[in-house]
């Protein structure tokens, strides 16, 4: 190897660990655990959340209005929410995304896959919501994300009262599980085909059982 390449790969390197320490700066803060179930009313409430604050600049572009049947809405519920829109539309942000751009610098990213796209997602998103600080007077920013471009949805960072931020604590919780739900619709129809996939093996094996049994009868 002669020496030039030899500096380069060593540039290289070093540029590669300059990197990755970069993208585990905020790697101290630790994630906080979820202390709700995942049940019916938490997701529906978790969706509500998203519908209410969050769809204001993101989408869910995976997850269509009948979807929603799944997370415990009703017909008519779904019907009142779509509006004109089609029960195959999927859900889009209030805000468009050039507007949205404008205001913050950046389009907000889309949430249909965000609990799988972190690593243990579902907590980092309830870690980061509630990770808002006051950093100067009038200037805020979040312990596990520095710099970030969202705003504090929740204004965690100005509520003081415990009971506030206890209920601040759940709704985030719920939007959190509500999400991860989003990244994985199809896991309640995954687990029906397993069961509908061992029983069609069972009845294979008895079928079989019972022709290997006639085939050995005859050669007897
Ligand atoms: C007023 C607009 C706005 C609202 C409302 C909003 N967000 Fe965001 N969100 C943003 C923007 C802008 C970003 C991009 C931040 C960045 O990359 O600096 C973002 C990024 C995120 C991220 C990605 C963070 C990462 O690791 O890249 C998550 C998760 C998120 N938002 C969750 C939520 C949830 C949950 C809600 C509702 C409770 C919500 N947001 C409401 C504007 C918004």
Not at 86 to 115: E, I
Not at 131 to 144: F, G, I, P, Q
Not at 192 to 199: C, E, H, P, R, Y
Request: charge should be positive.
């Amino acid at each position: 190897m002669n020496m030039t390449l030899r500096i380069r790969l060593v540039i290289l390197l070093l540029s590669l660990v300059s990197v990755s320490t970069n993208a585990s700066a905020s790697a101290d803060v630790e994630l906080r655990d979820i202390y709700l179930e995942v049940n019916a009313q938490n997701l529906r409430e978790g969706f509500y959340t998203y519908n209410n604050l969050c769809r204001l600049c993101h989408n869910l572009k995976y997850i269509k209005y009948s979807n929603l049947s799944d997370v415990g809405l009703s017909k008519h519920e779904i019907d009142v929410l779509r509006g004109t829109n089609g029960v195959s539309d999927t859900l889009a942000a209030s805000m468009p995304p050039s507007v949205a751009n404008q205001a913050f610098g950046k389009v907000p990213p889309d949430l249909s896959l965000m609990a799988k796209a972190r690593k243990n997602g579902t907590h980092y998103i309830y870690t980061l919501l509630t990770s808002y600080y006051e950093k100067s007077e009038a200037v805020y920013d979040n312990h596990l994300f520095q710099g970030i471009r969202m705003p504090d949805i929740f204004e965690y960072s100005v509520t003081e009262n415990p009971k506030d931020k206890e209920l601040i604590d759940k709704r985030v919780q719920q939007v959190a599980l509500f999400l991860e739900w989003a990244a994985d619709p199809k896991r309640d129809e995954r687990k029906s085909m397993g069961v509908f996939v061992i029983a069609y093996l069972m009845v294979l094996t008895l079928l079989l059982f019972f022709l290997k049994r006639r085939i050995w009868a005859n050669l007897q």
